[in-house]
């Protein structure tokens, strides 16, 4: 199932926009629109729209003036974000279900994005499923499944989507995780902490192989953050007042305050950033 925006007032007048600039001058349409609209013109894929932190990075992109192609496993939900942001007169598509775990899917998504808007700017890989056993616990398939659904999804898609960010000189922003480079002693997070601290790496080979075709890509690395995958695990008090004790601002995070990261390094604001992991904790990390 897929849907679009049948024109919004904002979205008429944008394409009018793009129009109406590409021709005459030969300046892009983001150097000529409002410089508040960090991503204007730009067609940014957004994976796992259905969930918070993605929802969160859709609305935020479409605010900026993204054109956004979403995507989800979940079609409710996903379509849920898409009318959110049609509501606030943004732009948005998505292709929901949407298997990104299988090279087919991340093919579709791609033929996709580039059948909306003909071009992609910015691929915002998002989407994962965690596993969480201590090492005794884990089954094969769970940690061929982990695999599979933090590491795999992520390269199949960038594949994808490669050439097409060789003719934009786009920008790959990966989503990893704390536990990536730290330990809980109350989190079982061995094929997690792998999968993620495999795109850490696999992030920062991008940025060399992207060196020369203008591509910047990096990761974020979330502390934890109240969403549809922890809601469950911060209800046991014990589990999140030791979570909590370890930020240093005395909160969890919230979907907003990671798409806000994810919005700099989508930007032209990160323009010399590339290769590198931001951690966005609270200040976990210090101590
Ligand atoms: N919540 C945290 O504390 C936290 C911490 C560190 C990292 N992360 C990472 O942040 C990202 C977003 O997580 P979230 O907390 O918003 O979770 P979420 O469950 O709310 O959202 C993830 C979305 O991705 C979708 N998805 C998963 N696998 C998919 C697949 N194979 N194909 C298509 N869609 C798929 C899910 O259906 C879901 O809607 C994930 O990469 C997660 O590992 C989260």
Request: glycine share 10%; hydrophobic share 40%; aromatic share 6%.
């Amino acid at each position: 199932m897929t849907s679009k925006n049948s024109k919004s007032k904002f979205g008429k007048d944008l394409e009018t926009n793009l129009e109406s600039q590409g021709s005459s001058t030969g300046q892009t349409a983001s150097e000529k629109i409002s410089i508040s609209q960090r991503l204007s013109g730009k067609v940014c894929i957004i994976t796992g729209t259905g969930g918070s932190m993605g929802r969160a990075a859709a609305l935020l992109f479409a605010r900026e003036g993204a054109l956004v192609v979403g995507c989800d496993l979940q079609a409710d939900a996903a379509q849920a974000t898409v009318d959110a942001v049609h509501a606030e007169g943004g732009m948005m598509v998505s292709l929901q279900p949407c298997h990104l775990d299988q090279p087919v899917g991340c093919k579709a998504l791609v033929d996709f994005a580039i059948r909306s808007f003909g071009r992609i700017d910015v691929l915002f890989n998002n989407a994962a499923m965690a596993y969480f056993n201590w090492l005794e616990d884990i089954g094969d398939e769970e940690w061929d499944q982990s695999h599979r659904d933090e590491v795999d999804l992520v390269f199949y898609l960038t594949r994808a989507a490669w050439p097409h960010l060789k003719t934009s000189r786009g920008v790959v922003v990966n989503t990893a995780s704390l536990t990536a480079s730290m330990s809980f002693k109350n989190l079982p997070s061995l094929a997690h902490s792998t999968a993620k601290a495999g795109i850490i790496g696999m992030t920062r080979q991008l940025a060399m192989e992207g060196r020369e075709h203008g591509i910047r890509a990096n990761s974020i690395s979330p502390g934890i953050i109240e969403t549809n995958q922890t809601r469950e695990q911060l209800k046991d008090p014990e589990w999140a007042g030791t979570m909590l004790g370890k930020t240093l601002l005395g909160r969890l995070g919230r979907p907003e305050e990671v798409a806000n990261v994810a919005l700099f390094l989508a930007s032209g604001e990160s323009s010399y950033v590339t290769g590198i992991d931001i951690v966005v904790d609270g200040g976990m990390k210090v101590w």
